[in-house]
C-alpha cells in the first residue's frame, strides 16, 4: 500500500498449508475423506499481500498480514481451505486493469485473478480485496486545504470507473464468491505530533480519507459488495479522545491507533513505514470477520 515496492509473485503463487487427515473408523482400512479444497483468494495493494519493515528498513513480505490472519481464522471450520495471495505492492486501480506493477500471467492482477477464478468456479467461498490507496498517493504532499482536496478530487472519477470495472469482471468470472472490500487506515495522521503544522495536515488528512473512503465505500456497495471498516476500527476520526502510550505521551485515539498499530511512528531504520504491524493486520482482518468473512 502507498509505495510501488519490488514485483511479487506471479498469479500461481499460493501460500498453501495442505490439509487432508485420515482416520481409522471400525476397521484399519477404514479412512476418512479428505475435506474438499477451496480457496480463499486476496486481491489488492501491499495489504492484501501482507508487508512490513525489517530491520533495515526494506518493506518485505511476511505471513502476518490481515490475509493470513483471517484465513488461520477460518482455517478451523472450513479445513480443506486455501489462501492464494495476488496483491501487488503499489497497486492502483488503474494498474490492477492494466498491469505494469508486478508480474502476473495475463499481464494485471485483475486477469490472473478472473483466469484463477473461472479455472476454479464454485470453489472460491471468500474473496477480499483492498485496492485504491494508492492512486491519490501523491496528495499528501499538498501544502493547502484547497490543493489537499483538489488533488484528491481529481482521483474519484478514475477510481470509482475502475473499481466498477474490477468487480463487474471478477463477479462475472465466478457470480457466487463473497467478496468482501476493505476501505484505508490513515498513516498520516502521525504528523500530529509534529506541532500546529502537523496537527493541522493530520486533520485535513483526515478530511480528505474520509471523503475519499466514503467514495470508496459507495462504490462497493452500489456493487452489492460488503465493505470492512478499517477506516472505524482504526478510530481514525476520533481526535477527541485521549490516550496515553509510552515513550510518546497523551496523543488522540486516532493518533495513537496508527502509532501502535503501524509503523508510521516508528523510529528509523523500520520507520516511519505506512504498514501495518503484526497487531494492526488483526484489527483488519477482524474488521473483514465484522464484514461477515466466515
Same mark, same amino acid.
Given at each position: 500500500m502507498y509505495r510501488?515496492?519490488?514485483?511479487?509473485?506471479?498469479?500461481?503463487?499460493?501460500?498453501?498449508?495442505?490439509?487432508?487427515? /485420515?482416520?481409522?473408523?471400525? /476397521?484399519?482400512?477404514?479412512?476418512?475423506? $479428505?475435506?474438499?479444497?477451496?480457496?480463499?483468494?486476496?486481491?489488492?495493494?501491499?495489504? $492484501?499481500?501482507?508487508?512490513?519493515?525489517?530491520?533495515?528498513?526494506?518493506?518485505?513480505?511476511?505471513?502476518?498480514?490481515?490475509?493470513?490472519?483471517?484465513?488461520?481464522?477460518?482455517?478451523?471450520?472450513?479445513?480443506? *481451505?486455501? %489462501?492464494?495471495? %495476488?496483491?501487488?505492492?503499489?497497486?492502483?486501480?488503474?494498474?490492477?486493469?492494466?498491469?505494469?506493477?508486478? /508480474?502476473?500471467?495475463?499481464?494485471?492482477?485483475?486477469?490472473?485473478?478472473?483466469?484463477?477464478?473461472?479455472?476454479?468456479?464454485?470453489?472460491?467461498?471468500?474473496?477480499?480485496?483492498?485496492?485504491?490507496?494508492?492512486?491519490?498517493?501523491?496528495?499528501?504532499?499538498?501544502?493547502?486545504?484547497?490543493?489537499? $482536496?483538489?488533488?484528491?478530487?481529481?482521483?474519484?472519477? !478514475? @477510481?470509482?470507473?475502475? *473499481?466498477?470495472?474490477?468487480?463487474?469482471?471478477?463477479?462475472?468470472?465466478?457470480?457466487?464468491?463473497?467478496?468482501?472490500?476493505?476501505?484505508?487506515?490513515?498513516?498520516? *495522521?502521525?504528523?500530529?505530533?509534529?506541532?500546529?503544522?502537523?496537527?493541522?495536515?493530520?486533520?485535513? /488528512?483526515?478530511? @480528505?480519507?474520509?471523503?475519499?473512503? @466514503?467514495?470508496?465505500?459507495?462504490?462497493?456497495k452500489a456493487s452489492?459488495?460488503?465493505?470492512?471498516?478499517?477506516?472505524?476500527?482504526?478510530?481514525?476520526?476520533?481526535?477527541?479522545?485521549?490516550v496515553t502510550l509510552?515513550?510518546?505521551?497523551?496523543?488522540?485515539?486516532?493518533?495513537? $491507533?496508527?502509532?501502535?498499530?503501524?509503523?508510521?511512528?516508528?523510529?528509523?531504520?523500520?520507520?516511519?513505514?505506512?504498514?501495518?504491524? !503484526?497487531?494492526?493486520?488483526?484489527?483488519?482482518?477482524?474488521?473483514?470477520?465484522?464484514?461477515?468473512?466466515?
Amino acid at each position: 500500500m502507498y509505495r510501488v515496492l519490488p514485483a511479487l509473485a506471479m498469479a500461481g503463487c499460493l501460500a498453501v498449508v495442505v490439509t487432508g487427515c /485420515s482416520a481409522t473408523s471400525g /476397521s484399519p482400512h477404514a479412512r476418512r475423506s $479428505a475435506p474438499p479444497v477451496s480457496y480463499y483468494l486476496s486481491l489488492g495493494d501491499s495489504l $492484501a499481500q501482507g508487508v512490513q519493515p525489517d530491520s533495515s528498513g526494506a518493506s518485505v513480505k511476511t505471513r502476518r498480514g490481515y490475509a493470513d490472519q483471517l484465513y488461520a481464522a477460518l482455517r478451523s471450520r472450513h479445513p480443506g *481451505l486455501r %489462501l492464494v495471495k %495476488l496483491g501487488c505492492p503499489g497497486e492502483t486501480t488503474t494498474t490492477m486493469i492494466n498491469g505494469g506493477v508486478c /508480474s502476473y500471467h495475463g499481464g494485471s492482477q485483475l486477469a490472473a485473478a478472473v483466469r484463477f477464478l473461472r479455472v476454479n468456479r464454485a470453489r472460491v467461498p471468500l474473496i477480499t480485496i483492498d485496492i485504491g490507496a494508492n492512486d491519490p498517493y501523491s496528495c499528501i504532499t499538498q501544502p493547502s486545504a484547497a490543493k489537499l $482536496a483538489s488533488c484528491v478530487g481529481k482521483f474519484i472519477p !478514475q @477510481a470509482t470507473s475502475n *473499481l466498477s470495472k474490477i468487480l463487474t469482471r471478477l463477479r462475472q468470472a465466478d457470480p457466487k464468491a463473497r467478496i468482501i472490500a476493505m476501505n484505508y487506515y490513515l498513516p498520516a *495522521l502521525a504528523h500530529w505530533r509534529n506541532g500546529l503544522a502537523g496537527r493541522t495536515f493530520a486533520r485535513l /488528512s483526515e478530511l @480528505a480519507a474520509a471523503g475519499y473512503n @466514503a467514495v470508496l465505500t459507495h462504490a462497493y456497495k452500489a456493487s452489492g459488495i460488503r465493505v470492512a471498516d478499517v477506516f472505524g476500527a482504526f478510530h481514525t476520526a476520533d481526535f477527541t479522545q485521549q490516550v496515553t502510550l509510552p515513550g510518546l505521551g497523551k496523543l488522540p485515539r486516532n493518533v495513537a $491507533a496508527i502509532c501502535q498499530w503501524t509503523w508510521a511512528c516508528a523510529a528509523p531504520p523500520r520507520g516511519p513505514n505506512e504498514h501495518a504491524n !503484526q497487531a494492526g493486520y488483526q484489527v483488519i482482518a477482524h474488521a473483514f470477520l465484522l464484514a461477515g468473512a466466515h
